[in-house]
């Protein structure tokens, strides 16, 4: 199956400061999101981006689907970011979502 | 518009005991997913449907079974809980990915098995 690897697995952030987190997939992909998983366990949808790149207020992404990566920026971080950031995608001529295993974010005041 | 709703929320089981969890979703989606998340990892699927009436193994399914009887609504069950099972579940539903739509999930169901 498809490996998705996501960097750096932790991540420790002054609050203000600016943040990339990479995902790399192994093989050809039709379908990318970024989700954030709350400290409550919430997973909220940040982004659908099989391509290209997309804004969000502080948060952008941008896919880069030949290269297999995408990226996703977090500028003037908040306390409010920290969580657990996961990439997930869909391999070519597959029905489902496939996770990496995230970064965790954590953003002190 | 309430999405995708799971209940229960929380549940103990011990081991041996069967449940069945729900999950229901008003956005007339075909696919609808069951993942579990155990600490430190992602998500993993344990099985799918593409529609009513069909079902599909994910990456874990041992140990669950599934059933969609409705568009609407997906169960998974555990007919002999084990401690392997402890872990937060987590529904999904979506149109087909193929055709540029994204995956909206649940607010997770943590379940404990003694």
């Known amino acids: 199956g498809i490996q998705v690897e996501q960097s750096p697995p932790d991540l420790i952030l002054q609050e203000g400061a600016n943040s990339t987190l990479r995902c790399n997939f192994s093989d050809s992909v039709n379908n990318l999101q970024w989700f954030h998983q709350n400290p409550w366990g919430q997973l909220i949808n940040l982004f659908y981006?099989?391509?290209g790149t997309k804004q969000n207020g502080r948060l952008s992404a941008t896919t880069v689907a030949t290269e297999r990566y995408s990226l996703l920026y977090i500028s003037s971080s908040q306390t409010t970011d920290s969580g657990v950031y996961f990439c997930a995608v869909v391999q070519t001529g597959a029905n489902n979502l496939f996770f990496g295993t995230g970064t965790r974010l954590t953003v002190i005041p | 518009n309430a999405g995708v709703t799971q209940t229960p929320k929380f549940r103990v089981l011990k081991t041996g005991q069967s449940m069945t969890l729900l999950c229901a979703q008003d956005m007339n989606h075909e696919y609808m997913y069951w993942y579990r998340q155990d600490p430190g990892m992602g998500l993993r699927l344990i099985h799918y449907?593409?529609?009513?009436?069909?079902?599909a193994k994910g990456e874990v399914p041992d140990g669950y079974n599934v059933s969609r009887l409705k568009k609407q609504n997906f169960l998974l069950g555990l007919e002999s809980a084990a401690p392997s099972q402890t872990s937060v579940y987590f529904c999904?539903?979506?149109?087909?990915?193929?055709?540029?739509?994204?995956?909206?999930f649940g607010q997770g169901t943590r379940l404990t098995v003694v």
């Open positions: 449907s593409v529609g009513e009436g069909t079902t």
């Open positions: 999904a539903s979506s149109y087909p990915l193929i055709l540029n739509t994204e995956a909206f």
């Open positions: 981006i099989p391509s």
